[in-house]
């Protein structure tokens, strides 16, 4: 239960790394 756990906590780690890498290239694109 442990590992699946914590593979769970890192790809929601991974999710909110790649939401905000998008959400960055988006404003950048709407900006430029």
């Given at each position: 239960?442990?590992?699946?756990?914590?593979?769970?906590?890192?790809?929601?780690?991974?999710?909110?790394?790649?939401?905000?890498?998008?959400?960055?290239?988006?404003?950048?694109?709407?900006t430029?």
């Amino acid at each position: 239960m442990h590992i699946l756990y914590k593979l769970d906590s890192i790809v929601l780690s991974a999710l909110e790394i790649g939401l905000e890498t998008a959400t960055f290239v988006v404003g950048y694109h709407l900006t430029y």
